[in-house]
């Protein structure tokens, strides 16, 4: 099922439907300020599982989350740094993932190995909204099978996984650029993916 949901100021009926969908269980497609995503609630178990088998990704691969906001690092983050927080004041909301070592609140099967999490806090007011009445993280990643290019279109993405999601929000055409991967778990920020960056981190690293 589509349904278009307005960017900039998303109507509220629309926003608890994913709401209601993402807190049983389900998962959705949705818009980001760089691509589309597919996601679910962090808690769902089943969740991360259904959007492992329609991505056709492996369990070493592990996915990142979505925040409200920048307050929600210290609870799902744990040993940030001041210069790692004042380089993410820059870049966030922005189409920027970080990557932080996770806090218990993370659960084990969204941790890598070395116990971290990617996060993003976008500029997308449908992501805000989602997440901000859900009260809690979303799971992020490309709407897209593994290995392939993501989608801009969501109808292009129904044509793929229409049957396989419960909901696809409609936030209109976007670009193909991901976002900037950078590492802050670590002493130095490593670049792990070079995606869109408006702010011009890339040269301040």
Known sequence: MIIQVHPETPQLDRVNRAVEILADDGVIVYPTDTIYGIGCSIYSKKGIERIRRIKGRDGAKHFSILCANLKDLSRYARNVSNSAYKLMR?????????????????????????????????????????????????????????????????????????????????GGDLDSVPSTVIDLSVESPVVLREGDDPSGILELL
Request: proline content about 9%.
């Open 90 to 170: 820059k870049m966030l909301p922005g189409p920027y993932t970080v990557v932080l070592q996770a806090s218990r609140e993370i659960p084990r099967l969204m941790q890598s190995r070395k116990k971290t999490i990617g996060i993003r806090v976008t500029e997308n007011a449908i992501c805000q909204s989602i997440v901000e009445r859900l009260g809690h993280p979303i799971v992020t990643t490309s709407a897209n099978p593994s290995s392939e290019s993501p989608a801009t279109n969501p109808y292009v993405i129904d044509d793929w996984c229409g049957n396989l999601v419960d909901l696809i929000i409609d």
